[in-house]
């Protein structure tokens, strides 16, 4: 089945986009696309990929370019989170994004959700422990046509990015929607996340 235009000119902009997350660690697949068509010199949205095609052509570019890499990077990152979890285990903890997926690549932050009304209970919790802290925000889609912006903190372990959004209780079980499927995001905790680290 042959390609029309259109049809090829939104997959380079995904294999482009794809190639942008991959080396900048960008976890906007959004802003990658809009990245990837200025580069390619494409004005037309309409002719976007999706974000599910974007994420096709990311695993197809680390297959083919990282794969032995990236599978460490994904390793490593995961420890990493592991024990971030750990040192946060009273708040719930579950890891989402590109660590989980297995699509992270040496760029990526580690995304981890934790659960309180309270967050200023959290920076303190983490001043306690000695851990440098700098807050900032975070938006996610909670409902197809609805986007909320919530409290996050980010700090540095080894020369890794983490990012923990705070999420209030009712989120532990409603889960936020995953900017690709526009399906209830995919989230792990501390006992998924160590069996992905033992089965890799």
Do not use: W
């Not at 032995?68 to 989402?96: D, G």
Request: hydrophobic letters at 40%.
């Amino acid at each position: 089945m042959r390609l029309t235009t259109g049809d090829r000119i939104r997959k380079n902009i995904a294999h482009e986009a794809a190639k942008l997350v991959a080396q900048e660690g960008l976890e906007d697949f959004l802003l990658a696309k809009k990245k990837a068509a200025q580069k390619l010199n494409v004005r037309n949205k309409r002719l976007l990929p999706s974000n599910s095609e974007v994420e096709l052509a990311l695993i197809e570019y680390q297959s083919l370019f990282h794969n032995e890499k990236q599978q460490q990077i994904v390793f490593e990152f995961r420890k990493t989170a592991h024990r971030a979890m750990e040192l946060l285990e009273e708040y719930n903890p579950l890891l989402a994004g590109s660590v989980l997926s297995g699509t992270a690549s040496e760029n990526s932050e580690i995304i981890i959700h934790i659960f309180s009304d309270s967050p200023e209970v959290i920076s303190l919790y983490l001043e306690k422990k000695g851990i440098p802290i700098s807050l900032c925000e975070r938006r996610l889609r909670i409902e197809k046509k609805n986007h909320a912006y919530f409290t996050a903190l980010k700090f540095i372990a080894g020369n890794i990015n983490i990012v923990l959004i705070i999420l209030p209780h009712t989120f532990q079980r409603n889960a936020p929607l995953d900017p690709i499927t526009q399906r209830p995001m995919n989230r792990a905790t501390l006992i998924d996340v160590k069996r992905l680290i033992d089965d890799q």
